[in-house]
């Protein structure tokens, strides 16, 4: 075994010391930054995000930040004396797993969520995290966990199960390769996504070039605001079972997509009937500026921050139930194709496109007839207990 006395850390969030948030984010950074494909979030929001006070919907989820470590076995040297081989140990304790365990008050039954997991390739690491949540979990009442999820399951939810040789856009999972054997040793395979890819520096299709200009661009904080329905109907989500967005919720995600997102919005009658949200895809300027953790990484995204970016994603988009099937949603298509060769990207990234249980998604396939290519595939999972 390369790993010995291993070391439990928990606490609760809205207890949590700046000492404690520091310690759990220093041990889930540490272990995710051995891969080269992860794009680091941004350093500061996550701190603040993290925080209870700073962050209303962390605040109310009744979080537990948990991270486990051990000491390393580094190798062996022989006694000068009698030639017995003698441990090697490292004497820093090294961070294996890390995770933040979520009690949403507004989901219904005995379901919890398992949030921003990291995993070293230690096996005995997951382990002792998946006991301590069982234990933890069902004397609280609890018989379930999904994950792994972000904060909000909205957003940067499942992990990466094959395409490693391609590293993923932003607020999309990326992990090592070794994380789903991993994970599928203690947890069962509930949900699976792709995530599709779009030109959009070629001509538009026929179909598209036809679509009346109905869409307008709107202010995207209105998604927390009288737009919430349509953010609600675009995250809808029935195998995974997560509550809708609320208010809070929303906020918080559009706080992580940041302030350069754009967003194109349909009204019919004076009623706001359908919606895109689009924002730059910023993954390669955060991971070589290692998310602007250190001092010179912060002078690299304000210097890079000025270029624009050459690919974009497409974060969310619905068409009210009501108004389906009458071409809306190619209308918001040809918007955010446009709208995405206007600011020069060359592709357009969308999902993960979560996949119903039975029959066909509706949304993957209106992305496959027009061109999109399914490349990534994404998992969630589940334990009952």
Known sequence: MPYFNYTLHAVDASQASYWERRAFIQAWWAIAKEDSRWTPPLYSSLRRELNPQANALLARLGASLIYIDALHRTGVRRSRT?????????????????????????????????????????????????????????????????????????L?????????????????????????????????????????????????????????????????????????????????????????????????????????????????DGAPVGFVLLAPDDAGRLRAARGGRPLWGRAWLALSGRRPSRAGRLMFGAVAPQARGQGIGRQLWAWAVAEGRARGWATLTVGPVWLPQQGESAAAAFLARRGAVARQTYRLYETTF
């Open 82 to 154: 009698d030639q017995q081989e003698i441990p090697l140990t490292s004497v820093l304790e090294r961070p294996l797993a890390a995770a933040v365990a979520m009690i949403d008050p507004r989901r219904k039954g005995k379901t919890a969520h398992l949030g921003l997991l990291h995993l070293a390739t230690d096996r005995e690491a997951f382990d002792r995290l998946t006991y301590y949540l069982v234990e933890t979990l069902s004397g609280e009442g609890y018989r379930r966990f999904i994950g792994p999820v972000g904060l909000s399951p909205h």
């Open 156 to 268: 940067g939810s499942g992990i990466l199960v094959d395409s490693w040789d391609a590293r993923p856009p932003r607020h999309t999972p990326a992990n090592p390769p070794y994380l789903p054997e991993a994970i599928e040793r203690r947890l069962n395979v509930l949900q699976t996504g792709r995530l599709y890819h779009v030109a959009v520096t070629g001509q538009m299709e026929e179909e598209e070039a036809g679509v009346p200009p109905a869409v307008r661009p709107f202010d995207v904080g209105r998604l927390a605001g009288d737009l919430l329905p349509l953010l609600v109907a675009a995250t809808e989500n029935p195998v995974a079972g997560f509550p809708p967005p609320d208010a809070t919720e929303a906020a918080f995600l559009l706080r992580q997509i940041g302030p350069s997102a754009t967003g194109g919005l349909v009204e019919r």
